[in-house]
């Protein structure tokens, strides 16, 4: 066993210098520095704005986005995901805030990063794979309705005592500023206008430069980002009793959880939209060193980041060079106008979070999956709901376990064999039984090392398919079309291919021929 981890992480250490080598080749290091640039701008204002909702100063989200992102760049498990604040980790950074202070916060950091580089160690994060997709959709809900819950009061001009918007009472309208409602409105604006006039518009910067001068401009009276007493990190540890420690243990365990989740979940999402394939147990590890590192210079805890890392992907990035090239230009921005951030009304800066949060809700997505299937959707509704009322790995537990009650775990047996002809170099894969995320992972692994010309799946026997399982298809069927794989489908039932969506092309077929001289494998799944 050790020999076999030795030799796992040899292979990453060895992929990772291949693609640093790669990261500053001439061919590709213009464009992948001209999207670090352009990152950076969306990270600026993204990264105030988390430090300033978490009850800290804004050059905390500053220098957490420089450390955690160069760290991230060099040691990730996958090459494009920027590591910084993140909006997930807000709801749970601002509570330790609130009851631990700024001292606990930075334990907590620092003892989350070692329980995440045990978890990779202990190789957790092929365990991400099996979480269901309409959980994976709760979350993104749930995040996007606690970042509206606490970022509204400030669009509205409400007092800083109004941390949240549910916990408003009767009467509290009057407390809205039409001033600050207007500021903010033209913040959302440009985020939601610049991009359809050009993609490449740096929006967020834009979102944040027109309120400045708006307010400079009309002399206008608003919250602003408070000064910036100095650039430089805080170096070392908050000196705490061991009892102190000890009772922050929970939360530093809860805080670990959900970074890696949401660093992993990140992580999937990138590899669906690059076809590529990260290695999470490095990712885990690589975000463990950076939540150790920004402990140490009084950070705030940092997650691999969807948003700033499909923003990177958008603007041409492809390499390692863009994430540290992001984090150079964030520390270089604290370094020489540091001392002028305290221009940044807060009204721009909440409207900036309010339209990410909007985004995060997905409601297409969701209309999509009520339509597609009724279960996956009270599932996701489920999983948001528990996670607004009680917290994050409490709801992803609820979540997994109403996945696991609607499908029946007993019950998702799953039978495959495989016959080949190798004259026609034809695999045939014909399946018996439902096809759901708990039983999914046997099959994906049967057909990740297929090198057959042509592959046909027969869904003759397959009476359920999951959303879960059917996403994890779409995307199995695209990586091996895009090797030149031909790909078909058999007697896939109507309800089968709503799951699968435009991957689905069914042939009437059965099955084909099988040939009498060729292999057969057979596997079983429980």
Partial sequence: MPSAQSGRWAVAFAETHRELRGAIGLGSLPRNVAAGISTALVALPLNIALALACGLPASVGLVTGAVAGVIGGLLGGTRLQITGPEVALAPMTLAIVA???????????????????????????????????????????????????????????????????????????????????????????????????????????????????VVALLGLHLPHVPDIDSVLPSAGLPALSLDRIV???????????????????????????????????????????????????????????IVRSSAAMDAGGDTRAAPIVQSIVLGAVLVVLGAHLDVIPLAALAAILVVVGVKLLQPAKLRALYLRSRPD??????????????????????????????QGLARAGLSLTVERDEDADLAHYRLEGPLVFTNYGSFAHAIAREVASRVVMDFTAVPVLDLSAGDALQREIARLEGAGTEVELRALRPSLAVMLGSAASPSSDARPEAAEDGRRASWNSV
């Fill in 99 to 213: 009851q631990a202070g700024v001292s606990g916060l930075v334990w907590c950091t620092l003892l989350a990063g070692g329980m995440q580089i045990a978890f990779g160690l202990l190789r957790v994060g092929r365990f991400v794979r099996a979480i269901p997709a309409p959980v994976i959709t709760g979350f993104m809900v749930a995040v996007g309705l606690i970042v509206l819950d606490t970022q509204l009061p400030r669009l509205l001009g409400m007092p800083d005592q109004t941390a949240r918007l549910s916990q408003l009472a009767a009467g509290a309208s009057a407390h809205v500023s039409l001033v600050a409602l207007g500021v903010g409105g033209v913040a959302m604006a440009s985020l939601i206008l610049l991009p359809r006039i050009h993609p490449r518009l740096p929006a967020p910067l834009v979102a944040v430069g027109v309120p400045i001068g």
């Fill in 377 to 406: 959707f009270a599932i996701a509704v489920v999983t948001a709901v528990a996670i607004v009322a009680w917290d994050f790995v409490l709801g992803i537990g609820v979540g997994v376990a109403a996945a696991l009650a609607h």
């Fill in 247 to 305: 009772a922050l243990l929970p939360s530093a365990i809860g805080l670990a959880l959900l970074a890696s989740l949401d660093s992993l979940l990140s992580a999937v999402s990138l590899d669906a939209r690059m076809g590529t394939t990260h290695r999470s147990d490095q990712e885990l590890v690589a975000q463990g060193v950076a939540n150790l590192v920004c402990g140490l210079v009084g950070g705030m805890p940092v997650a691999g980041a």
